[in-house]
């Protein structure tokens, strides 16, 4: 039997991309005969008439899947959940649906499989119109977690990748909610391979991430993979008292050795209170971080519902 290879691709308002996305799945795939292909297209409850695109598009072509989520629950979950029912695939490649990335680099993700690779990781070298913001943030966020963490996590890496079935496999036991999909990925390792790619622009809508969005993401992300901001806190409070303990004694021997008094008790006071209680409110806001997500997760709600499926039956 041919092997098979599934394509995942979430969905969040990309009405207007589908079908020319389609159209450029079927010119790559139609050219690779000998393995059996599956469109496995994720609608993460889109606003828009993503679903009935889909729909339309899976009734003509029997190799194109969906699955419809019940609500929005994100692209992390959205990738999971394809990923998720593509577990009897020998590969599985992860793509998004608004064009930025060429489905006609997937022959390349394909190669390098056929050689050896389980992860084939694509990494933008530039996208059109990519807001300079935008930018800085994601070279922050990459050389932060990359110093707090156990792991590295690729700079400029996308979604746009290849896994392996046993990567896919291995990927089913990672049970966190609060998750960053690629960062999952990379933490659990195995033979991975680098492709550099130029990101196209959109070509309709706008970025489904919001910068709160992609604020959130970093900050849950950190929080997942670290415990260096509990650290921090800590550092942060034996400096902050040794600080203070130091200005209280330079502040008590200046009143001490000089006739004219320089600094009154209630000032002092105030200025010790003051560090010992910004340095209690940074504590107790991450900690509260850390505990939010022991509660998301000692709730244990499912990662996502689904409300239909369309062509699973050969599954």
């Not at 930025?100 to 996208?127: D, F, K, M, N």
């Not at 990672?174 to 990925?185: D, K, Q, S």
């Not at 990379?186 to 604020?215: C, I, N, P, Q």
């Amino acid at each position: 039997m041919a092997k098979k290879i599934a394509i995942v691709i979430p969905v969040y308002r990309e009405a207007k991309s589908l079908q020319s996305l389609y159209q450029r799945l079927e010119l790559v795939t139609s050219r690779f005969t000998k393995y059996s292909w599956e469109y496995i297209f994720i609608n993460d409850g889109s606003p828009d008439n993503s679903y009935e695109v889909l729909v339309a598009l899976a009734v003509k072509d029997p190799k194109i899947k969906v699955l419809d989520l019940s609500r929005n629950f994100g692209k992390e979950i959205a990738l999971t959940a394809g990923v998720h029912e593509a577990t009897s695939c020998d590969a599985v490649i992860c793509i998004d649906a608004d064009l930025q990335h060429p489905p006609e680099l997937i022959p390349r993700l394909v190669y390098a499989w056929e050689e050896g690779a389980e992860v084939v990781v694509t990494v933008r070298t530039s996208t059109d119109r990519e807001p300079l913001l935008r930018r800085w943030g994601s070279s922050i966020f990459y050389w932060l977690i990359n110093k707090v963490s156990s792991f590295e996590m690729i700079p400029k890496a996308t979604d746009f990748r290849l896994y392996d079935q046993k990567v896919v496999l291995a990927f089913e036991r990672a049970t966190e909610r609060e998750r960053l999909f690629r960062g999952i990925m990379d933490w659990m390792g195995f033979r991975r391979v680098m492709l550099e790619f130029k990101a196209d622009a959109r070509e309709h809508g706008e970025a489904g991430y919001s910068y709160v969005k992609l604020w959130s993401l970093a900050i849950n992300s950190i929080t997942s993979f670290s415990l260096w901001p509990l650290r921090l806190t800590g550092y942060l409070g034996v400096l902050i008292t040794s600080g203070s303990g130091l200005l209280l004694l330079w502040m008590v021997g200046n009143n001490l050795l000089t006739s004219k008094t320089l600094y009154t008790p209630l000032a002092i006071v105030v200025v010790v209170n003051t560090f010992l209680i910004g340095i209690v409110l940074m504590a107790v806001g991450l900690v509260a971080l850390y505990i939010g997500t022991i509660h998301t997760e000692v709730i244990n709600r499912p990662l996502y519902l689904i409300r239909e499926k369309i062509n699973f039956e050969s599954l």
